[in-house]
């Protein structure tokens, strides 16, 4: 049996992947090369806590915790969004600039990177 942690446990388990989340969510806001994708959300609060549920539970269950998600799948929730190339680089240093600064371990940082990276496929361009 492994000692080393999961993914999820280097996350800092629910709670601390809800506060990257968060932390996510407000550079989104604040990033001039998507914010227009993300400020919709904040015109309506029960879409905006549907988003949020689903965007905690996508990286605990994705990073090994107990959570179920619950959303769809990555190319049924992009299709007709055209996201760029440029869009998605964003949205990866915005998961990065997070991840920085709630002190996440260059090796957690790599494998949520890798996540991410192997999804690229289902967002851009859909």
Same mark, same amino acid.
């Given at each position: ?6 993914l999820y446990?280097r996350?800092?388990g629910i709670?601390?992947i809800?506060?990257i ?6 550079l989104?806001f604040a990033?001039p090369?998507?914010? #227009?994708r ?10 905006f ?14 990073s090994g915790g107990?959570?179920?998600?619950? +959303?769809?799948?990555?190319?049924t929730?992009?299709? +007709?969004m ?5 869009e ?10 997070a991840l920085?600064k709630?002190n996440?371990?260059e090796?957690?940082k790599k494998?949520?990177? #890798?996540?991410?990276?192997s ?6 361009g859909v």
């Amino acid at each position: 049996m492994s000692s080393e942690k999961s993914l999820y446990e280097r996350l800092g388990g629910i709670e601390g992947i809800t506060t990257i989340v968060d932390d996510i969510i407000d550079l989104h806001f604040a990033n001039p090369g998507i914010k #227009a994708r993300y400020m919709p959300l904040k015109e309506n609060p029960e879409h905006f806590a549907e988003v949020r549920k689903h965007l905690i539970h996508f990286l605990a269950a994705g990073s090994g915790g107990p959570q179920t998600y619950e +959303g769809g799948d990555m190319v049924t929730v992009h299709t +007709g969004m055209n996201i760029s190339k440029a869009e998605y680089m964003d949205v990866m240093d915005d998961i990065m600039a997070a991840l920085d600064k709630n002190n996440i371990s260059e090796d957690a940082k790599k494998d949520v990177l #890798a996540i991410a990276y192997s999804l690229k496929g289902q967002m851009i361009g859909v």
